[in-house]
């Protein structure tokens, strides 16, 4: 079983607020990711990091930003939230064997 | 530019047949394939995978064929049970170069009883 932790679960903020998705793993994996997907759809890159103090934007632009201080840890800060930040957000880490995914965090911006 | 492709939107089977989940990809850099179950509103559960130095790997119920020189592969599930029902998601990535971790739109699977 998997030790990645998505925090929260479900989200529902504000127009304007500052949040951060929490995002942590106990295998030690070096390379992690996150995604983003709306309901129905596919899973498109938003940010990954090859280990500590690395970043790279992915495939699919994205407002938010994310950080890398610490191995077991990736969060995702969105500086000011808008409804079309309203989706869900899927962080995974890779190591032998797989990637696996945490339970994700459905967002709600009103 | 559409680099992993499930061209079936969804599949309907019967408990206890097989069920057949198709991938295609187009680039040949790609040397990692992943298959994933996912249920709304929850993270994408890991199935299994296959390295490109083989052609075949099983686990329990699942098994992944890799046809390299068609550049497609494909997810079995035998048997078929209903909660198995979800979709199915296929990935890739290059190891060793920017490991990014690129997916297919999924497969919607039924499994009826």
């Known amino acids: 079983e998997a030790d990645i932790y998505q925090t929260p679960r479900y989200l529902v903020i504000g127009t304007g607020k500052k949040i951060t998705l929490e995002c942590s793993q106990t295998m030690g994996h070096d390379k992690m990711y996150w995604y983003q997907q709306d309901p129905g759809m596919e899973l498109h890159l938003i940010h990954y990091s090859y280990g500590v103090n690395s970043t790279e934007k992915g495939d699919l632009s994205s407002e938010s930003t994310v950080s890398r201080i610490r191995t077991e840890h990736f969060p995702l800060t969105l500086e000011s939230a808008r409804p079309s930040h309203t989706s869900q957000y899927l962080c995974?880490?890779?190591?032998?064997?797989?990637?696996?995914f945490g339970q994700g965090t459905r967002l709600t911006v009103v | 530019d559409q680099q992993v492709k499930q061209n079936s939107p969804s599949l309907s089977v019967q408990e206890g047949r097989i069920s057949i989940l198709n991938c295609d990809y187009t680039n040949s850099m790609f040397d990692y394939f992943l298959w994933y179950k996912k249920y709304p509103a929850e993270g994408p559960t890991f199935l299994i995978s296959?390295?490109?130095?083989?052609d075949k790997n099983e686990d329990g119920r699942f098994t992944v064929f890799l046809n390299k020189s068609a550049k497609h592969l494909s997810l079995h599930i035998v048997p078929s049970q209903p909660g198995d029902s979800a979709v199915y998601f296929c990935?890739?990535?290059?190891?060793?170069?920017?490991?990014?971790?690129?997916f297919g739109k999924g497969t919607k699977l039924t499994v009826n009883p």
């Open positions: 296959i390295s490109s130095i083989k």
């Open positions: 995974a880490s890779r190591g032998r064997g797989g990637a696996f």
């Open positions: 990935a890739a990535l290059t190891q060793g170069g920017s490991e990014k971790l690129v």
